[in-house]
């Protein structure tokens, strides 16, 4: 009879836990230029703990905390939130992988106009992509280069209170109505 009791209690905590996580959410974003087209897809969910390995690690006298092995950005030392599920990049309407190593590490993504912009690559064959995520102690910038061949780069960085506002400017287009 306990073994019944504690079992159905498990299995109304579990369906409970289960039931709180959000549908996941996506991210929608274009970019155009000389005739070649960008499509970018995020799309983010609540980040499932026991799909993850969350550990501890000292980097320069400050405990950082870790998943799955690499420095967790956006969350200063707290459990994160939302994650980053997958990016889908399509260049010309042909589908172009993006590799989960390039997102893996970023939680709590931004993704309004203050936080995030695209800028198609002079060359007419890369996006670039900036996103400022997570916020105060925890916040991160991350760069993507998107390129049309699969051979895509990322460069990051924690940063408290970030001061990116300047460089915003580079992503708007001068010809603009």
């Known amino acids: 009879m306990k073994k019944l009791m504690l079992l159905t209690i498990l299995l109304v905590i579990t369906t409970t836990a289960s039931a709180q996580l959000r549908k996941p959410v ?4 274009i970019e155009k230029r000389g005739g070649h087209t960008a499509r970018l ?3 983010t969910r609540d980040f499932n703990r026991p799909k993850h390995r969350i550990t501890h690690s000292k980097r320069l006298d400050l405990t950082v905390l870790e ?3 690499r420095m967790a950005l956006g969350v200063d030392g707290n ?5 980053i599920q997958s990016i889908e990049f399509y260049f010309d309407g042909k589908r172009v992988a993006v590799p989960q190593s390039l997102y893996a590490d970023c939680f709590e993504p931004n993704f309004d106009k203050k936080n995030f912009a695209t800028k198609a690559g002079d060359d007419g064959n890369s996006l670039l992509v900036f996103m400022a995520g997570g916020d105060g102690a925890g916040g991160y910038q991350v760069m993507w280069v998107l390129r049309k061949d699969g051979r895509h780069s990322k460069f990051s960085t924690p940063c408290s209170d970030c001061d990116y506002t300047g460089f915003m400017s580079f992503f708007l287009d001068p010809f603009a109505p």
């Open 26 to 29: 996506t991210f929608r974003f």
């Open 41 to 43: 897809i995020f799309r």
């Open 67 to 69: 998943v799955d092995g």
């Open 79 to 83: 459990v994160p939130r939302t994650e």
